[in-house]
């Protein structure tokens, strides 16, 4: 993806490499101001951990043993193998998960490498994942995630503690983790991506998607109404300011160092034309969320990640 010559300075206390590549000191140095953030989880809460209050995804429940059958018991959890093996009838018993899962899945493709102002929407998503998997951190919850590029994709099993957090931080830094994925014949779709993550995203788990969405089509999103059935799940849209509209004159050019392109916004129907592309395509994510009763968070390059969690 393209960038401009003219990225401006919004985080001009970083350095210049932090613009457009993160590295893992900065995911590090993001415990101690997500250790300030009161998330509660957006609001979305699981039951099984006492103080948490939201509708309630899958059964949440680890199988514990199974016991004799007692009257009252839900016959949908007799155990049909002990009851065959032992000529007498079972039930499971599950216990409560103490730890809810949190997975992270985080667009790296190559559309995200781009920036006006700020920091590149790489870098932004980033960080984004790094002050969430912190929170999880402290809260005593698995951290999990899920990493893709127009190459390929990469799924970490939620596991608990620092541990945890500082694997997700490495594969967020090292591109080349994903590269040494077997790579399809094309370029992977989001579809594909969601479909995977409905496969790796236990019930139950809360599941954060941090990307621009570009590629969100029919498919995806029957993709993500199965993923929303089971779990609770909160889009992260990231966008730049020039992505949702064009300076109303002049030319402009971009570059990303190998092809260059050059913009002449005077025509006002094809700035009208460019808006209304970014405004669909806003319109498509707030109208999904509110049919699948998904949390929706809208963040640009310019912003501090900080205040938007906040």
């Not at 994925?181 to 139950?204: D, F, K, N, Y």
């Amino acid at each position: 993806m393209f960038f401009s010559k003219q990225l401006e300075k919004a985080g001009s206390s970083l350095k210049a490499g932090e613009l457009v590549a993160v590295t893992l000191k900065a995911l590090i140095n993001l415990a101690k101001p997500a250790a300030g953030l009161n998330l509660h989880y957006l609001s979305i809460r699981s039951r099984q951990s006492g103080s948490y209050v939201s509708r309630f995804k899958g059964r949440g429940m680890e199988f514990d043993e199974a016991r004799l059958y007692q009257p009252g018991d839900d016959i949908r959890s007799i155990d049909w193998r002990v009851t065959a093996r032992t000529g007498k009838t079972h039930t499971k018993v599950f216990r409560e998960e103490r730890e809810r899962p949190m997975f992270i899945s985080v667009d790296m493709r190559q559309a995200m490498h781009f920036a006006t102002r700020g920091v590149f929407k790489s870098v932004l998503a980033a960080k984004l994942a790094g002050l969430l998997a912190w929170t999880a951190e402290q809260h005593g919850d698995r951290i999990g995630g899920q990493i893709f590029s127009d190459l390929a994709c990469l799924e970490l099993k939620p596991q608990s503690g620092r541990h945890a957090v500082l694997r997700f931080f490495n594969a967020l830094v090292k591109p080349q983790g994903l590269a040494g994925q077997s790579s399809p014949p094309s370029l992977i779709s989001l579809e594909h991506v969601l479909a995977r993550l409905t496969q790796h995203a236990r019930p139950g788990s809360l599941v954060y998607i941090i990307s621009d969405f570009r590629g969100l089509t029919d498919k995806a999103e029957i993709h993500l109404a199965k993923l929303a059935q089971h779990c609770d799940v909160v889009l992260i849209f990231i966008y730049d300011n020039l992505e949702s509209c064009l300076p109303a004159k002049g030319r402009y050019r971009f570059t990303d160092d190998e092809r260059d392109v050059v913009i002449d916004s005077g025509d006002q129907q094809r700035l009208l034309n460019y808006r209304c592309r970014f405004v669909q395509r806003q319109k498509r994510l707030e109208l999904l969320a509110k049919k699948m009763s998904l949390a929706l968070i809208q963040c640009s390059t310019a912003d501090d990640p900080i205040q938007s969690l906040r």
